[in-house]
């Protein structure tokens, strides 16, 4: 992992004013309110968690959105823990934390969750493909062969009231924008939706209920995108967020991404992604560059925006 440059901007902020602010825009953005029938799960890539040089008041507003979830995949975190312990303490003793060991970029991934609504169950893994079925990950615009994860996906499975469920936390690798890291990326999504597809067919699976979630850097998840394609191939889908706001701070991109079969689809009762840079800061939006302002925020929130579903299983 790289931090990115920290600003210059020397920037003091009320933190009470600022959680005001994200309220507001929570209403907005119909951010579910956290209710006993619905579960909430949220996906957040938080960049360089433990890299980069947070004060406790950025971490207390990052926690702030946490907290409106019941469960929450994070991405980024880094190998050195103390960013993700310090978020814990404002998360608050109301959620357990669980995270996955170091992988490619120095990387973890982690989950939050709700205690008092969610039931951890006994299943925790990292996703690897085995060696003799490395050959079985390869789609026919593919040229590249897959020699497996950058960082494996991590993988915890939950009970809330009856239903029970595996999420799946996913960081495809990046790179660079040439074609053999293209492809990379792209045979990485599909051995994600490979596995959860074989998996939820398969008679031992432990729990056949599979939401694949989290960074999946799609360019655009439409028809057309090499990415989303693989994603959706063995079955996936994706909900047509009604903001239709992407999930990158400074880009149009879509890069974070909740998947799902269709037995969980009909249960969606509202999705969205919390653009929380259109609610905080306003008065640095007001006086710097928006470059300034972007700068600002992935150093100290993160350069992704936090995407949810609702799920009504009463």
């Known amino acids: 992992m790289v931090s990115f440059r920290k600003p210059r901007i020397k920037y003091d902020f009320d933190v009470k004013e600022q959680i005001r602010l994200l309220n507001k825009h ?10 006993r029938p619905t579960l909430t799960l949220c996906t957040w890539n938080i960049a360089n968690l433990g890299l980069q040089d947070r004060a406790d008041d950025h971490y ?3 926690a702030h959105i946490i907290k409106w979830f019941d469960v929450i995949a994070i991405q980024e975190v880094h190998d050195n823990l103390e960013g993700l312990f310090r978020l814990a303490e404002f ?3 109301k959620y357990e934390l669980i995270f996955s060991d170091r992988g490619g970029n120095d990387e973890r991934a982690a989950f939050f969750f709700n205690r008092r609504k969610v039931k951890r169950l006994a299943m925790t893994a990292e996703l690897a493909v085995p060696q003799k079925e490395l050959k079985d990950i390869k789609l026919k615009t593919i040229t590249s062969k897959f020699k497996g994860f950058d960082r494996n996906p991590f993988i915890a499975t939950f009970q809330f009231n009856e239903f029970r469920f595996m999420l799946i936390n996913a960081h495809s690798f990046f790179g660079s924008k ?3 890291h293209q492809e990379r990326r792209i045979l990485e999504t599909y051995a994600i939706a490979r596995y959860a597809d074989l998996r939820r067919r398969d008679k031992h699976v432990f729990v056949p209920n599979i939401i694949a979630l989290g960074d999946f850097n799609i360019p655009k998840a439409q028809k057309g995108d090499a990415i989303y394609e693989a994603l959706v191939s063995r079955g996936l889908m994706l909900p047509e967020h009604s903001t239709q706001i992407a999930s990158s701070i400074s880009t149009d991109n879509y890069y974070d991404q909740i998947s799902f079969f269709p037995s969980i689809k009909k249960t969606i009762k ?7 840079d259109g609610a905080l800061f306003e008065d640095l939006y007001n006086n710097w560059t928006t470059t300034q302002f972007n700068e600002y925020c992935r150093y100290y929130i993160s350069d992704h925006r936090p995407m949810w579903i609702e799920l009504d299983l009463g």
């Open 26 to 35: 929570k209403r907005k953005r119909s951010v579910p309110i956290n209710r």
């Open 60 to 62: 207390k507003l990052i």
């Open 91 to 93: 998360v608050g003793s």
């Open 178 to 180: 040439s074609k053999p």
């Open 270 to 276: 509202s999705h969205g992604v919390f653009d929380y």
